[in-house]
């Protein structure tokens, strides 16, 4: 789904959701799909691992505390015992937490259908409002992502909607740090457009610049720029543009301050 106003596109959605599917098949007994793993350099998500899971898992705590810190924040304890991760990735429900976290962390994405298993990469799997790159005969499996390096510091924050928890905006900054100079960055940003998108203005502005107030104040100011914000309920576009920046900056700011604690 790529054309129309996002009123044409959720009316679409829409009668989507009124359709009446032939069968329904539940996925929810497959043990298979449930669990996290290292591997390697990387930590495995399956996808029918639920925000609890995830925001209580020790291993996640140590590897990538952005994953348990991210998790806790989504709705409320009983979205988080049945909601998955999975399940929130494939929805792709454009103020969901997830998206941003895994675009920001370079995580990929794992597909199997008739045809097999493939790997999608986190950048390329967000296709539109509620729309990804899966096949309509593939589900999501897992969620591979890759740890953090040394002198990397990783957080999200997000602006809660007060009765869902949703995210109004919410950012995921990933900053890889070394001698107060950035060597790598990568921004993502969810609620305030039709999907998660990476904030490239914010990581061209930071990446092999020495971090302080000024550098990081002046990559925040681009965290709204290229993203088609959309005025709702929650807000206008200039009250979703100035929010962004200013959760950026402060996504920003703690991913420096921890990875100046990271080892
Ligand atoms: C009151 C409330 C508050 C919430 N607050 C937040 C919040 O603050 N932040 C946030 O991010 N989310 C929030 N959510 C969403 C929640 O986190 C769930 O993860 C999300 O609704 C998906 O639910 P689910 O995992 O049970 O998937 P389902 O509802 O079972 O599935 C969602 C869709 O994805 C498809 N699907 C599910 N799993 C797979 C798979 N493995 N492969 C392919 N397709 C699949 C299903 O067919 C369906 O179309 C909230 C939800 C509620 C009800």
Known sequence: MTSGSRAERIAALAFDYA???KHVVDIGRI??????????????IGALTTHYAVESSASLKVKCPMLTEAAALIGDPQVRNLGTIG?????ADPAADWPAVILALGAEIRAVGPKGARTIKADYFFKDLLTTALAPDEILSEIRIPVPPAGTGAVYVKHPHPA?????VGVAAVLTVSGGTCQR???AITGVGAKATRAKGVEAALAGKPLDGASIGAAAE?????????ADLQGSVEYKA????VYT????????????GAK
């Open 185 to 187: 960055a990568s921004v």
């Open 222 to 230: 681009k965290a709204a720029d290229g993203i088609e914000i959309n």
């Open 31 to 44: 043990g298979a799909l449930s669990g996290i793993r290292e591997d390697g350099s990387a930590v495995v």
């Open 242 to 245: 100035h929010l962004t920046r």
């Open 19 to 21: 359709a009446q599917p």
């Open 87 to 91: 399940g929130s990735l494939a929805h």
């Open 164 to 168: 869902s928890r949703f995210a109004v």
């Open 249 to 260: 900056r402060r996504a920003l700011e703690r991913a420096v301050e921890r990875a100046k």
